[in-house]
Every structure is written in C-alpha cells, then in structure tokens.
C-alpha cells in the first residue's frame, strides 16, 4: 500500500493567513522528506477556513522546496476556469514540475465559491468535462482553433500566425494529459465508473463514512471493465483523517475531542454540508436519524487515531469493511500543536506504513497475481 498527502486545508477561519500558508508548505516539505509519495492539496477562492485560492500557484512554490514527491491539485475546479487560460496554467505546471505534477480536477463543491462564480443553475459536471475536452482540444488539436460548446468557445482563427508561433497553446509534458484523480464522495457514484472509463483515478473522500465508500469499488471496477483495462482495486486512493500519537492518551485528547482540530475539521464540514442537505454523508449507518448525527459521533467513527498498533488496526479494519485499494491518503487537519502534527507525519511513514505492508503482503501479491492472469488472458 503506497501513502499519500492530502490537505483542503482547514484552519480556524481567524488564523493569521500567512501562518495558514506557511504551516501548509512546512507539511507538505516534511510529507516529502518522509517519504510521501503525493501531496494533493485543495482549491477555495470564497472561505477564510479553506483559504488556498490557486492549488497550482501554490504548488509552483513547492517546486524547488521539494525532491521526490509527487505534487498534485485537490482539486482545480474547472467549471470556473476559461478552457483557454486552464491550458496554459496545467501545461507550464506539468512543465515545470518535470514529471511530478498530478491534475486533480472537480467540479467544485465549495457553496459560496459556486454562487461567487454564477453556477449555481447550470450543470457543474456537464461544465467541468466540456472545460476538460476543450483543454483536450487546445492541446493536440491543429490550430488555429475553433472549437464551440454549451459554455465556452475558442478561436484563434482571425489572430493565428504560426511564423511566429502566435494562437498556438503550449503543451504538457505528459500525453495526453498529466495524470488525473478526481474525488468521489456519494455512494454508488456513477461517476467513478465514468472516471474509471476515462482512465482517471478516483479518490475516496475522507468525510463519507465507511460503509458508503463501501460501495465505491464496484464502480471503480465496473469503469475499469467497461474500457477493456484490468480490474485491480490497487489504483483506487482512500483518504482518511489520520493522527497518530506515541501514548493513546494524547490521541483520544487531540483527535477524540469536538473542541481540537479534528472535531473542528467536522464542525465545519457539517456545518456547510448539512445546509446543502447532505448530513447522510455523516451517518453511521443507513438511515441515521438526523439528529444523532453529530460531531461527536464523526470524530469516534471517522478519524483514525490512536497509537502506531492502534493505527495499523484500524486501517486493516477499513481495509475489510470497503475491499482493497491501492493508496491511503493521510488528511491533515490544522495544526493546532505543530509538534504533535510532525510527529503524527512521522509515524505514519515510518512505523505504520511498514507494518501495515508487512500485513498485506500476501494479500496484495495474490492481487497483483490475479491482474497479471488477466492481462495474459486477454
């Protein structure tokens, strides 16, 4: 199992802003020195909690602070974004990161960013694929360009003069395009089967309950079928909110109680989610009355936290309950006791990690046996 980085982020909204920006580049720079194999980080323009505005523009200054790591947009919400201007931006990116940028895209969730941007009575999905294939078209389609949709035309007909290279779009480094992941966070989501078909990755979200991300791999599975790729669960990423402590007491203080920086993660995801009608997202089991659904009950049931043994149980534990993946995505909260979050980073790489492969190994290499059959058969 590989271990990834993920941060929204989510700070209290009165932090000092460049305190927020600062902490999110220390994390990721430690993720990279630890042996994190991405760093995914979110994308809000209208929210004081979750304040990174441009996920690329952030990355580009993690660039030359980081070696191996693998960085990532979590995700670029393309409905928002001119196809035209989004091309540019990914490609320079892919670009300059040298073969470590990863595109996650959406078609973003953040309500006032929505409303900010005019498409709260249009289809966000139907606006995000058009903005992707448009993107497809600029980059390896003949210009000049002239291609029109539902939501936004491109030309460079009139302007095109290629003696000089003018109304020709720069492209990536990777063809087609760099790698892409994509959030799934409703049960049953048809959209992981959609994602699968394109040959992007899903990420199961880390505020949905398990019992719902449960029914993610049939989808994930049925996309892979469905474009004739093999079936292995080992390109699915689930992330999870995670803390690990050296003593169990410092975990059940830190991330146990509504009033630290996991109970204010859910506070505020709650809050925003329950007025949109989506508490269920929540539930510790189908058809939850409402009123049961608390913060309380999300940080018992849906941090992991604990011990480095309590840790590795826990996610074995996940592991039986939704089938195998690929990827653990560790989720960062604020970090209310840097020292504390470090240490968390720490012993996630270096104890948890290799215990929890120790456990898997056999498992994982039965997987890896059964693809390779399908391959040759096919």
């Known amino acids: 199992m590989k271990l990834s980085y993920f941060i929204q982020p989510v700070h209290p909204y009165n932090k000092d802003y460049r305190r927020c ?24 323009f209208t929210d004081l909690v979750e304040p990174i505005t441009s996920t690329l523009m952030f990355l580009a200054r993690l660039i030359p602070e980081t070696k191996d790591i693998k960085l990532g947009s979590g995700v670029v919400n393309l409905p928002v974004y001119h196809p035209a201007m989004l091309a540019g931006h990914v490609a320079m990116m892919d670009q300059l990161c040298d073969g470590r940028f990863i595109w996650g895209i959406g078609p973003g969730g953040q309500p006032s960013d929505i409303e900010a941007f005019g498409n709260r009575e249009i289809d966000r999905n139907a606006k995000m694929v058009e903005v992707f294939d448009q993107i497809m078209e600029i980059w390896w389609g003949e210009a000049p360009y002239d291609t029109k949709g539902e939501f936004f035309s491109i030309s460079t007909m009139e302007t095109y003069m290629p003696e000089i290279g003018q109304g020709i779009a720069p492209k990536p480094l990777h ?17 992981i089967t959609l994602a699968a078909e394109r040959d992007w990755h899903p990420i199961s979200c880390q505020y949905v309950q398990a019992h719902w991300i449960a029914t993610h791999l049939p989808k994930y599975l049925e996309g892979l079928r469905n474009a004739g790729r093999p079936e292995s669960p080992l390109g699915w990423r689930v992330a999870k909110l995670i803390f690990v402590a050296d003593d169990a007491a410092t975990a059940e203080r830190y991330a146990r109680s509504t009033d630290g920086p996991y109970g204010h993660y859910f506070f505020n995801l709650m ?6 009608g989506r508490n269920a997202l929540f539930a510790a089991y189908p058809d939850q009355p409402e009123d049961q659904i608390t913060v309380e009950q999300s940080v018992r049931t849906q941090v992991i ?46 104890q948890v990690m290799p215990r929890l492969n120790d456990a898997l190994k056999a ?14 058969a096919e």
């Open 305 to 350: 936290a604990g011990t480095v043994d309590d840790v590795v149980d826990q996610i074995l534990a996940l592991r039986e309950l939704i089938g195998p993946f690929g990827t653990i995505v560790y989720t960062g909260a604020d970090w209310a006791d840097e020292a504390l979050g470090r240490r968390s980073m720490e012993l996630m790489a270096e």
């Open 175 to 191: 063809k087609p395009h760099p790698p892409v992941v994509v959030t799934a966070t409703n049960p049953h989501a048809a959209g």
């Open 21 to 44: 920006l600062e902490e999110d580049m220390q994390s990721i720079i430690l993720a990279d020195k630890l042996g994190y194999g991405e760093a995914l980080v979110g994308e809000h």
């Open 271 to 276: 809050t925003k989610l329950g007025a949109r």
């Open 363 to 376: 498992d994982e290499a039965d997987i890896t046996a059964r693809v390779a059959a399908q391959m040759a």
